[in-house]
Nanobody, 121 residues
Framework: VQLQASGEGLVQAGDSLRLSCAAS????????MGWFRQAPGKEREFVAA????????RYADSVKGRFTISRDNAKNTVYLQMNSLKPEDTAVYYC???????????????WGQGTQVTVSS
């Protein structure tokens, strides 16, 4: 599975931004798709995930109610809609393909390249 993320941006606190992740390769429908992020000096952390076929979703507590993960199966694309952005959301965001809803980055088999999100106060 190859993953290509896009949608980086510099926004102000309270603004919205949407990230996209296009998947290609074999058997992507079998994967749970997700987003992680890594802020400077911090470890990579789970943000959100969605089962590709079932619409089942998971969110980190820090983004619950503000971020929404969704997917367009026809386009093999996963989105992360980020609303009410905060400066602490500033990070490099990575899309990921996994076999389950695991939140440990060490267990992720496929990563996209990172895309920078910067939120100014």
């Amino acid at each position: 599975v190859q993953l290509q993320a896009s949608g980086e941006g510099l926004v102000q606190a309270g603004d919205s931004l949407r990230l996209s992740c296009a998947a290609s390769g074999r058997a992507f429908s079998a994967y749970t798709m997700g987003w992680f992020r890594q802020a400077p000096g911090k470890e990579r952390e789970f943000v959100a995930a969605t089962a590709w076929g079932g619409g089942n979703t998971r969110y980190a507590d820090s983004v619950k109610g503000r971020f929404t993960i969704s997917r367009d199966n026809a386009k093999n694309t996963v989105y992360l809609q980020m609303n009410s952005l905060k400066p602490e959301d500033t990070a490099v965001y990575y899309c990921a393909a996994n076999h389950n809803f695991g939140r440990d980055p060490e267990g992720i088999p496929y990563w996209g390249q990172g895309t920078q999100v910067t939120v100014s106060s």
